[in-house]
């Protein structure tokens, strides 16, 4: 395990698609990459009632709403380097089972496109109804359980040419 959180071993498991590796490496990259979010996540769940403001509660200028804003610049750079680095390696999981590695930029894509319908859903009802966000959300979590079911349960690699 020390190996592969040395230097060489994070740079070949989460800076470039390239090689194979097996299920439980797959799995403690997943949650290496998963805690990071995580706890960004739980930071930003807990300061952003901060956002918020109104200038009869504060003045314009307000320091703990200028840092709120800029962990949410942050935070939303650390989830799409987060994101880049598990496609990296959910790409070389998929590479060993034979299947295409691009399939593994599949889950990161529903993520985005649920996270845009759900903040859209509330600010534009009318245009853009509860049930799409739902049915993204849906894909997703079908597109979750089958990366995990290919990339981490599945023992047996196929040969690729």
């Keep these: 395990?020390?190996?592969i959180l040395s230097g060489e071993g994070f740079h070949f498991l989460f800076r470039t698609d390239k090689g194979v590796i097996a299920?439980?490496?797959?799995?403690?990259?997943?949650?290496l990459t998963g805690a990071?979010?995580?706890?960004?996540t739980t930071i930003w769940m807990v300061i952003s009632p901060?956002?918020?403001h109104g200038l009869a509660e504060r003045g314009l200028i307000d320091p703990a709403t200028l840092g709120v804003h800029v962990y949410l610049a942050v935070y939303a750079f650390l989830?799409?380097?987060?994101g880049v680095c598990w496609y990296n390696l959910t790409a070389k999981r998929l590479r060993a089972?034979?299947?295409?590695p691009a399939l593994a930029g599949l889950p990161l894509v529903l993520a985005l496109l649920a996270g845009a319908a759900h903040?859209?859903?509330p600010r534009l009802p009318e245009m853009v109804p509860l049930w799409s966000a739902w049915l993204v959300d849906t894909g997703l979590v079908l597109m979750l359980v089958w990366t995990a079911f290919e990339c981490g349960l599945r023992a047996q690699d196929q040969e690729t040419e």
């Design 36 to 40: 990071v979010a995580l706890v960004a």
């Design 119 to 121: 903040w859209t859903t």
């Design 97 to 100: 089972r034979g299947l295409a």
């Design 50 to 52: 901060l956002a918020k």
């Design 79 to 82: 989830i799409l380097l987060t």
């Design 1 to 3: 395990m020390s190996a």
């Design 23 to 31: 299920r439980d490496v797959w799995w403690l990259g997943t949650a």
